[in-house]
C-alpha cells in the first residue's frame, strides 16, 4: 500500500494553527495608503528617483539578468564599480557582491571556516549566520547574547583556529554588538571577527559607512563585514567586504559565489545609485537613527514596552504571540504597516512588534504612527519598562 510522502505536512500545520504561527504572504499593491514601518527601507531610497532611475538604465544597458554565475558571464563592470565603491565608503581594501545578504553570509562563514575551526556565534544572530555555522561543518559554540566574557572564556578553551560571528545590530530588538570588546577578546586569542552588517550599513558610523567603521575596525586585518543592499540602499543582494586576500579567497572557494547566478544589473546599479546618494546626503543616516529614538521616547512615555533602539529597529513587546498578531493586524486596519515578530523568529519567546525607523518620516507620521500603535496595544502590553535585557 503506497502511502502519502507528505502527510506529515497537515500535522505540522495543524501544529501552528493551534499555536497561532500561521504565516501567509500578502501581496503588496504598487501603490498603497499604508504608512510602512514594516519594511527595511531605512533610508527612504527604494524609490528616490536618482536610485530606481540607475536601476532602470542598468536595466537597459546590461539586460534584464546577469546571464550566468559571476565567474562566467555574470560580472559586468558595473559589478566591479559598485564593489570598488563599496570597498572605499566602507573603508576596507575589497569587496565582492552577491546575489543576496543571505548568500554573502553563507558564503563568509563557510569559506573561512571548517573541519577544526571553532566559531563562536551569539545566540540571537540572523537565521543566515546560524545556516552557515551549521554548513561549514566547524565547531560551533553558541554563547549568550552579547556576552564579551562567554566569548572570551570559549575561545580560550580551544586551541586552533577560531572566528567569532555576530550581527552588528541585531534584527529583533536592534540592540548593537559590543563589537570593540569581541575585537578584543578575538586578537588575545588570534581569531577573526565576522560581523553582519545588515542593519548597521547606510545608518551607524560617519556617513553610515557601518558598525565596524563607528567602533574604528573598519579595513583592520582581522575583521570580515558582511551587509545587505536591500535595506538602507533600497536595492537587492549582498556583499562581503574585508583584507583583499579574503576576497579572493572567496572568489575561489566560496560555493554561494561559484555556482549561484550574479546580482541582476538592475539591482546593481540601484544599489550604486543608493550609495552616491548617501555620500552626496550623509545627513540622511543622522535622520533615520533620529527617528527611532523619537519612537522609542514616544511609545515608552505612553507605557509601552520597548527596547532603546541603537540603530532604526524599535521592538515593541506583546503579551503573548496572538495578540502580537492582532495587534499588526489592528495597525493595519488603522493604516499603519508594522512587523510582527512571533517564535520561532525570536529566540527568547517574547513576541514583538517590530517597527522599522525611515530617515524620510515626517514629524507628523511618526505621531501618526505611535498613536495608531498605542491605542491598539492589547491591554496587558501597556506596562512601562524596557524589555528584558535591552
Known sequence: MSRDPFDWIDAHAERRREAGLVRTLRPRQAESTLLDLAGNDYLGLARHPQVTGAGADACLLWGAGSTGSRLVTGTTELHTELEAELAEFCGFE?????ASGYAANLAAVTALTGPGT??????????SLIDGCRLSRADTE??????????????????????VVSDSVFSVDGDAAPLTG??????QHGAALLVDDAHGLGVLGEGGRGAAWAAGLAGAPDVVVTATLSKSLGSQGGVVLGPARVIEHLVNA???FIFDTGLAPAAAGAALGALRLLRAEPERAERARAVALQLYDRLTAAGLRSARPDACVVAVR???AGEALQWAADCRTAGLAVGCFRPPSVPDGISRLRLTARGDLTDQQIAE????????????SARSGELAGA
Open 142 to 163: 553558541v554563547v549568550a547574547h552579547r556576552d564579551t566574557e562567554a566569548v572570551r572564556k570559549a575561545l580560550d578553551a580551544h586551541d586552533g583556529p577560531a572566528v
Open 94 to 98: 575589497a569587496a565582492l557582491v552577491f
Open 118 to 127: 571553532l566559531i563562536v556565534s551569539d545566540t540571537s544572530n540572523h537565521a
Open 182 to 187: 569581541l575585537a578584543a577578546a578575538c586578537r
Open 254 to 256: 566560496a560555493r554561494t
Open 318 to 320: 506583546a503579551p503573548s
Open 369 to 380: 504612527a505611535v498613536e495608531v500603535i498605542v491605542r491598539t496595544a492589547p491591554r496587558d
